[in-house]
């Protein structure tokens, strides 16, 4: 494993999270539930736009246990599109950065790009041009090494 440490900061600098390692890979999602998430947050005050040109949401998949928050966690609340959506997406209310995205029964954090440092090891991440049967499996092949466990993110504090 790599031991690269990779930054994830919102605009105001107020919260910051590190991911270790290479990230399982890099997308960019354009599914229905991605876009109306983006185009709710993207409306927040002083949000910055998180949408490719083409409606995508580009991300850096990253396994839990990898990352953590540094600092600002007194400023992370969750957005859900549905109360009882297992998907949250989780904005720094500060300057209303949307950082990550938690599918909360999977073992992995889905980081927004925009909001991740570029290093080597985000660069050496594989980046499938589509949503792909190797895309599971890179997802599953991540889990093995964490013993199908699925941590928790605990640091998030509320709702938006």
């Known amino acids: ?3 690269e440490v990779t930054s994830v900061r919102c605009l105001c600098g107020k919260v910051e999270l590190e ?3 290479i990230p399982i890979l890099t997308t ?4 229905d539930g991605c876009r ?5 947050l993207e409306e927040l005050p002083g949000a910055e736009p998180v949408k490719m040109a083409d409606g995508g949401v580009p991300y850096v998949v990253y396994r839990k246990d990898r990352v953590i928050c540094l600092k600002g966690a007194e400023h992370l609340r969750e957005h859900r599109l549905k109360p009882d959506s297992p998907t949250r997406r ?13 599918f909360t029964h999977g073992h992995w954090i889905t980081l927004v790009r925009q909001r991740v440092e570029a290093t080597q090891a ?5 980046h499938p041009a589509r949503t792909s049967p190797m895309f599971f499996v890179r997802l599953f092949a991540s889990w093995l090494p964490m013993g199908l466990k699925t941590p928790k993110i605990d640091y998030v504090n509320g709702v938006l």
Request: aromatic fraction near 4%.
């Open 90 to 102: 989780v904005v720094a209310t500060c300057c209303n950065s949307f950082l990550m995205l938690d």
């Open 36 to 40: 109306e998430a983006a185009d709710e």
């Open 19 to 21: 991911a270790v390692g």
């Open 1 to 3: 494993m790599s031991t």
């Open 122 to 126: 985000v660069e050496a991440a594989p």
């Open 28 to 31: 960019v999602c354009h599914c």
